[in-house]
């Protein structure tokens, strides 16, 4: 079975700095993708960035950016220039490419507090 | 913007009680899932739903637990006999295609008492 960690359970930045979120996954598959959600405040999850995992390019999202190291098992989250908007519960999730699979596998979260 | 709507936001009910969350996913979407947080954990995969049918499912989803689409539009989760390890939020979740983005909604808070 697949499985996410995120290692911080929490982490703070000065506004406009940049931050970067650690996660690391396990699978024996080849194929797969890997999300970065969003939680605020109000509960409502909301995805960041998606990485194919048969791409070798990182993905970017404006102010976001992921750092993939498919031989390590680790997908980073950079934010550049954080905003108070973006204090948020962070969690790495991966699905599988296999046919039929369709459930996200989530890691525990991370906290992220950025100070005004 | 469309979104996932789930109803009730907070529902409080008594063990053993059956209890019915409901979600009204993103209108042209196909397929359907349910997650659930306990207080403090990660999020976990509850059940997949897709054609009427149950697609994918986790060893928590067991007999006291099933989804429904009565109508075009809702989808619900039914616990049938709510136990005290039940309280959690729960989020319900839609996505255009199989692999597609999922939407979540803002969750339903259980507490069983």
């Known amino acids: 079975a697949q499985t996410v960690t995120q290692s911080q359970p929490e982490m703070s930045v000065q506004e406009a700095e940049t931050v970067t979120l650690s996660c690391t996954y396990d699978t024996s598959e080849s194929d797969y993708y890997l999300f970065w959600y969003k939680q605020p405040p109000s509960r409502q999850m909301i995805l960041v960035i998606r990485?194919?995992?048969?791409?070798?390019q990182n993905a970017t999202e404006n102010r976001f950016s992921v750092n993939f190291q498919k031989a390590a098992k680790s997908f980073s989250l950079k934010i550049s220039d954080s905003q108070l908007g973006d204090a948020a519960m962070y969690f790495c999730a991966y699905r599988s490419a296999v046919q039929g699979a369709q459930k996200l596998v989530f890691g525990q979260g991370t906290r992220l507090t950025i100070n005004p | 913007e469309p979104e996932v709507t789930q109803t009730p936001s907070h529902q409080v009910t008594q063990m053993g009680q059956e209890v019915i969350l409901r979600c009204v996913p993103i209108?042209?979407?196909?397929?359907f899932y349910w997650y659930r947080q306990i207080l403090g954990q990660k999020v976990e995969f509850l059940v997949s739903f897709y054609n009427n049918e149950i697609s994918e499912k986790s060893e928590i989803f067991d007999d006291q637990f099933s989804v429904e689409r009565p109508d075009g539009s809702n989808f619900t989760l039914k616990i049938r006999s709510t136990k005290l390890e039940d309280s959690a939020m729960y989020f319900c979740?839609?996505?255009?295609?199989?692999?597609?983005?999922?939407?979540f909604g803002q969750g339903t808070r259980l507490t069983v008492v």
């Open positions: 979740a839609s996505s255009g295609t199989r692999y597609g983005e999922a939407f």
């Open positions: 209108s042209n979407h196909l397929y």
């Open positions: 990485q194919e995992a048969y791409k070798q």
